[in-house]
T-cell receptor, first 115, second 114 residues
């Protein structure tokens, strides 16, 4: 059983839709992450939320909008996505500030297809 | 900035044979090194982590890795491959005074031959 849960497991959406990816961690961690993984590639960091501070990779387009309702939830709101946004989206968490020494624990991912 | 190189995008071994997946790192300061496994259509699962406490690190499912500073390597091994080991394996590095984020290698797909 994973202690980082993600819903939905699969998502198909059109380019005009608005949807959300949800991530919840059950370990009392203080840092959470979203990664994007294309087929046969390693995960790419999109953003980090740690101690109420959000750090977004400058390459992430504004059609991805993170929301952190509380310290155990990190949602990703999607709007006007493009087909190239189709990928596996992975959520992860780590214990403290997101520092280099921390282990990141990953959820099972959401497979997103944009038509 | 730190980086990792995984030699061999595909590795095939026979069931029961030794598994060796190669990872070389680059870091100007002592790094933390990780091996993750990803089964098809799943997230990443931590196999093991090097934190400088010991150069030989034992992980789950009989995997282990040895940190060799002189070779800047952190190769993953398992004495006897099982069919269930078929997956994608990622080596990753993080280090202070860089961006402190986890940097992944390009991955190695392990195939087990019955």
């Amino acid at each position: 059983d994973t202690e980082v849960t993600q819903t939905p497991k699969h998502l198909v959406m059109g380019m005009t839709n608005k949807k959300s990816l949800k991530c919840e961690q059950h370990m009392g961690h203080r840092a959470m992450y979203w990664y994007k993984q294309k087929a046969k590639k390693p995960p790419e960091l999109m953003l980090v939320y740690s101690y109420e501070k959000l750090s977004i990779n400058e390459s992430v387009p504004s059609r991805f909008s993170p929301e952190c309702p509380n310290s155990s939830l990190l949602n990703l709101h999607l709007h006007a996505l493009q087909p190239e946004d189709s990928a596996l989206y992975l959520c992860a968490s780590s214990s403290s500030s997101g520092g280099y020494q921390e282990t990141q624990y990953f959820g099972p991912g959401t497979r997103l297809l944009v038509l | 900035a730190q980086s990792v190189t995984q030699l061999g995008s595909h590795v095939s071994v026979s069931e029961g044979a030794l598994v060796l997946l190669r990872c070389n790192y680059s870091s100007s300061v002592p790094p933390y090194l990780f091996w993750y496994v990803q089964y098809p259509n799943q997230g990443l699962q931590l196999l093991l982590k090097y934190t400088s406490a010991a150069t030989l690190v034992k992980g789950i499912n009989d995997f282990e890795a040895e940190f060799k500073k002189s070779e800047t390597s952190f190769h993953l091994t398992k004495p006897s491959a099982h069919m269930s080991d078929a997956a994608e394996y990622f080596c990753a590095v993080s280090a202070p005074r860089g961006n402190e984020k986890l940097t992944f290698g390009t991955g190695t797909r392990l195939t087990i031959i019955p």
